[in-house]
Nanobody
Framework: QVQLVESGGGLVQAGGSLRVSCAAS????????MGWFRQAPEKAREFVAA????????SYTDSVKGRFTISRDNAKNTVYLQMNSLKPEDTAIYYC?????????????????WGQGTQVTVSS
């Protein structure tokens, strides 16, 4: 019902910034709670950030608080993750996800739809 396509990943030096985007199609975007997860090689998928349907409620994992900002533009059916002050440990494949429940969640199993991921590499 919903296709999610990430873009904007790439290579950046430590301390730099990058914004990844996730474009949604196939279903009313404003009906979904959105989230970002990441997965580094040989590590489990990790919650990064989530955003409510209206954009009024956010949730972040502790390691990115103050550096990352999740936002959405419902008119464009797009969710963003602005990443500032990047660190090498932020290197991972970043995935966007959508869930029909109106509340944010940190659990991957609560999300119904997933994008293909975009690689973010932070060099030192």
């Amino acid at each position: 019902q919903v296709q999610l396509v990430e873009s904007g990943g790439g290579l950046v030096q430590a301390g730099g910034s990058l914004r990844v985007s996730c474009a949604a199609s196939g279903r009313a975007f404003s009906s979904y709670t959105m989230g970002w997860f990441r997965q580094a090689p040989e590590k489990a998928r990790e919650f990064v950030a989530a955003l409510s349907r209206s954009g009024g409620s956010t949730s972040y994992t502790d390691s990115v608080k103050g550096r990352f900002t999740i936002s959405r533009d419902n008119a464009k059916n797009t969710v963003y993750l602005q990443m500032n002050s990047l660190k090498p440990e932020d290197t991972a494949i970043y995935y966007c996800a959508a869930r029909t429940d109106p509340f944010t969640s940190r659990l991957a199993r609560h999300y119904d739809y997933w994008g293909q991921g975009t690689q973010v590499t932070v060099s030192s």
